[in-house]
């Protein structure tokens, strides 16, 4: 009965979602625009809280053990422990979608109520054209992957248990955070075809955006870093970015996602490059929804593996084509009223940044080829191939030091005109420093050229960004450029002094690796609620003083048949001890892997710093902060 | 000025046509996975092993396949696919002259007997991988999986996921009969 609940209130969500659609159709000559607005923010609620209801059901049956839902009986075992039985929601296709559809109408609710200067007719457009992609979200789901759907009258006494690499705590927190930005990338996006509908070309549509735009890529951000630290230690290949399809359909919505929330800052400023603006929020949620589907169609071989049916990678591709066709036809039928010509030094703020935005399309240009490239070449030559980390290293390598240079040049420009000469002999001066600094870092220490020219390029940025630091509304980019500066330190150290070893170690014996000594000490049966396994005692040594003991393991997982190497990891900020169990060899006996990898953890720093700075700039924005200023500008364009 | 004109509407096409193009590639992409997961041919030999068959309990090694051609088939009995692919087995062991090597990955022998008992038993040998150090150095990565050993004992084929007659028909079928030329 509970899981029919489940399933009706969904079918609810779905008749409220088309009604929010329908109505100010039906209703626009017979209902006063006031409560027009008023209707819609109702159904837009009720809508919510049917989703809401439909999601606590699902968890319900999960915390249950409810076997004769078929998802829970795929996905959930009697000895799960209580936390992943909440986060098995999630872990497969069903349940994401689900997920994806409760935090649109988180993002739909936040919209309602979060942006106060809004004006309601704006909100109104903006609720609609969220209602239809939820509408068409829910179809999909209903049609191809219903949750509830039951298994009677014989079901499993016991279930599948969850894919045991997903039951790891940052897994909990990975896909909602991924799917927080992803399903945010909507909000600027229906924002940019409310400004196509509406075509009011004074109203300040671009710090409207600029707050969901910022807090999407905020979670994005965290989601992507979360995801690369999961691969890292449950993986237990010792790397953080493997180029797999599935990372890289996370990473193109973030790079666009950055393009477009530098956009947005230059026309809340300006009105400058606005179709270029409209594209970019189009294109990155059209991204995060190819994101969605090249991850659930299963089209693409990943670590990943998740399994599909092609009648939902169809359903989820239909729906993909009608979001393009729609969102490019109203963007062609934009025209504005020509603004008048003026004149864009090339050496300005506005034009490094539309530099840079350019390098940054040429990017995900470039990851999507690397990513279709197996269908591409299947589908020419009939040949299944895999393209590489050495495709993606060799061609982003140079852009991400075009970046990094527009990035610490581009903030000390002047808006529209070039810079002044006696800065221009300044920059000349500080070039000629990092040239310095390269040459000496080759010289001194065991860095390769590339390494030491994108560790200057960091510190330059950083010593760039840090000019700012006198002014406190600038903190955001301070902190998000210097984050990224941060990330590049870590991926040149970690890429440039990893050691990575392997060794076949009886117990008791020690190996010396750089100074370190690594003694393999006990070896002992361990068992879990649904698992049991293996789990080695290894203590590191330097100078004869203990520096840690490390317990890595090897678990089977009983219900899946599935063995699983969890690592143990010393973390520490400057490095990372990194002992991975391999498997036992035939004289008693095992393969054990070494990795010491130093600063790694400045690539999740980087990467957080990044988020945090996202949040807080989008808190700052003038939409949601200043209630009083904005109503005031809005009534004098009204 | 009109030239110019034309040039920026032109320009307007080009994303359009680029995630048609796009759209059109994962479509049909979609449409190859379901026709086809992943063939691949490869020259690897057969990793050494000594292992205890099934039914006889007695101890089979790669010695023994030598000299003749196998289609080897990882499965288990808690697969759920590879039980309903059992079926595509036993028709292909019926028609065509070719001797299947069963593997049976992490399982209990007795719940794999009582499926032959139940569905036919279509193998030559029937291998007891319990400890799945075979699968491990076949590179597993799922069950079912098929491999073709030639009679030196190379892999000259792997497909992974379940087979249907049809595949083994279009694209196993002829690997099978060019080996056999040789």
Known sequence: ????????????????????????????????????????????????????????????????????????????????????????????????????????????????????????????????????????????????????????????????DLNPLLQDPAFIMHPPFLYLGYVGFAVPFAFALAECLLKKMDYPWASWARPFALSALGFLTIGITLGSWWAYYELGWGGWWFWDPVENASLMPWIVGVALIHMLWVSAKEDLFRTWRLSLAIFTFILS???TFLVRSGILSSVHAFSSSPERGIAILGFLSIVVVISLGLLSHLRGEQKQAFVLSPWSKASTILLGNVLLI???????LGTLYPIISQLIWQKSLSVGPPYFNTVLLPMLFMILILMSVAVHLKWQQAPDFLKVRKYSVSLLLACVTVLMLIN????????????TLALYLIISTLMFIHKPQKIGMIVAHIGIAIFVMGIVFVSSWQIEKEFAMQLGQTVEVEGFNFTFNQLQEIKGSNFEGTRGTFTIYKDNQLITQLFPEKRFFIAREQAMTETAIHSHLMRDFYVALGEPLDNGAWSVRFYIKPFIRFIWLGGMMVALAAFFAAIRSRCIKEKRVASYEIDRFA | MKLIGLRENSWRFLPALILGIIIWVLFKGLDFKQQDPTPQISDFPFPEFSLEDVRTKQIVTLDDLKGQLYIAHVWASWCR???NEHDVLTQIKN??????????????????????????????????????????????????ETFIVDSQGVIRYHHLGALTFLQFENQILPILEQINHE
Request: hydrophobic share 55%; charged share 10%.
């Open chain 1, 444 to 455: 001194l220490t065991s860095l390769s050229f590339v390494a030491a020219l994108a560790f």
């Open chain 1, 1 to 160: 009965m509970i899981p029919e609940f489940g399933l009706f209130a969904l079918i609810m969500a779905l008749l409220l979602s088309m009604t929010t659609v329908i109505l100010p159709i039906l209703t626009r000559s017979s209902i006063s625009e006031a409560s027009q607005i008023k209707i819609n923010a109702s159904v837009v609620l009720g809508q919510a809280c049917f989703i809401l209801l439909s999601f606590v059901t699902l968890v319900f049956c999960f915390v249950q053990d409810d076997f004769s839902v078929r998802y829970v009986a795929q996905n959930a075992n009697t000895y799960l422990p209580f936390m992943y039985k909440l986060t098995a929601i999630w872990g497969a296709h069903e349940g994401s979608l689900l997920l994806w559809s409760f935090i649109l109408a988180l993002w739909m609710v936040a919209v309602l109520f979060v942006a106060k200067a809004i004006p309601g007719k704006v909100k109104m457009t903006v609720l609609t054209i969220l209602s239809c992609i939820q509408t068409g979200l829910l179809m999909i789901i209903l049609k191809t992957s219903n949750p509830f759907i039951r298994i009677l009258p014989f079901f499993p006494q016991d279930g599948a």
């Open chain 1, 289 to 291: 929804l190819m994101g």
């Open chain 2, 95 to 144: 028609k065509w002259p070719y001797n299947l090597l069963g593997i049976v990955y992490r399982d209990n022998p007795d719940k794999a007997l009582s499926i032959l008992a139940n569905k036919g038993d279509p193998y030559e040998y029937l291998l007891n991988d319990q400890a799945g150090q075979l699968g491990l150095s076949l590179g597993l990565t799922g069950t079912p």
């Open chain 2, 81 to 83: 696919i590879c039980i």
């Open chain 1, 362 to 368: 040429a990017a995900t240009l470039s990851i999507l």
